[in-house]
């Protein structure tokens, strides 16, 4: 079981998404789509909250999420298309989504890497198989150079043809534009499957799932990570959440429907592991406290120490901001 996660690499992790486009501001049209149930494709849902898109220059849209009445799935209804959603994202998303001015400035291309977070990856993912990776939403490549250091033979793929070709050329790494499934890449031909914060991205998360199962050889497995709309971070703030990132979240998971969605594609699922992010809880009250004084406890979390204590109790408590789940192909 993967008993550690380093947040700050599940932050920049995140998925790079879409040929990306201009922001709507520049006038573009946005084609729009309402759709049913990602996961049980019920059309009974209701309202669940509403907020605004907070990326700067994405000229501050709202966005609905509603909550399947049948299984308790919340997702972002209606929502830009496959078509249009890449006008949602800046250029620079996976390093807008940083938790730090630090990391935003030092590619982690260029950084070492310690051993002790080599040992811990090693812990972390399951050392399984002929050591086949396949990374779904790869972005800058990160994570696969890491692996490939480590001995692993790695893929990766994201819906990003710059991200991509960057990975290609950069990194030399294997590295596909698209999504699953993708005709260049072949049945039981991975022994593990990463999603890290890229499923919530996605507009048809259980076809992805469905076709990960097919791409893992028997007894492969799939780590996910996402955030967790059942969070305390999520209660405290709202619309403000961080982990809400409207409208390029499209899928808001809790522990219940991302298990559900992983046992529907055929795999066994394991505990869903609570993953602190303390940047998160920073950055969420820096959006609550737009334009306003904030309350004594607002600005007690918005330090380091204190967003750091807060995580700890919300993982303490089972109610983390990121969670993440191991799930295995039966053999
Ligand atoms: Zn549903």
Redesign the pocket.
């Given at each position: 079981m993967p008993h550690v996660v380093d947040q700050r690499d599940l932050a920049l992790m995140s998925f790079f998404p879409c040929q990306l486009a201009s922001p709507p501001s520049a006038g573009l049209a946005i084609k729009w789509e309402e759709c049913a149930?990602p996961?049980?494709?019920?059309r009974r849902s209701s309202i669940f909250i509403e907020a605004q898109d907070n990326l700067q220059g994405n000229a501050g849209r709202w966005f609905s999420v509603v909550r399947?009445q049948?299984?308790?799935?919340c997702y972002t209804n209606p929502r830009p298309t496959r078509g249009s959603i890449g006008q949602f994202y800046p250029r620079d998303y996976w390093a807008v989504r940083a938790p730090s001015p630090t990391e935003r400035t030092q590619p982690r291309f260029h950084r070492p890497t310690h051993w002790w977070r080599r040992q811990r990856e090693r812990q972390a993912l399951p050392w399984h198989g002929q050591r086949r990776l396949l990374d779904f939403g790869c972005g800058g490549g990160v994570f696969l150079q890491r692996m490939h250091r480590q001995g692993w033979h790695v893929t990766g793929i994201d819906s990003s043809l710059d991200a991509a070709r960057r990975v290609r050329t950069e990194l030399g790494l294997r590295a596909l534009a698209g999504s699953l499934p993708h005709a260049n890449l072949d049945p039981e031909s991975f022994d593990v499957i990463t999603m890290w914060q890229s499923l919530e991205h996605v507009h048809d998360p259980r076809e992805v799932v469905q076709q990960a199962f097919f791409l893992l050889a028997p007894g492969g497995k799939l780590l996910v990570s996402a955030p967790n709309i059942e969070s305390l971070g999520f209660q405290w703030f709202g619309r403000n959440w961080y982990g809400l990132d409207l409208p390029r979240h499209l899928t808001h998971f809790s522990p219940r429907t991302l298990t559900w969605m992983l046992e529907r594609a055929g795999f066994h699922v394991g505990k869903v592991r609570m993953v602190r992010q303390t940047g998160w809880l920073r950055s969420s009250v820096a959006l609550a406290a737009h334009g306003s004084s904030p309350a004594w406890w607002y600005r007690g979390l918005r330090t380091k120490y204190g967003a750091r204590a807060a995580s700890w109790y919300t993982r303490l408590i089972g109610r983390s901001d990121g969670m993440i789940v191991l799930a295995e192909r039966p053999a």
């Open positions: 149930c996961l049980c494709k019920s399947c049948d299984c308790g799935l």
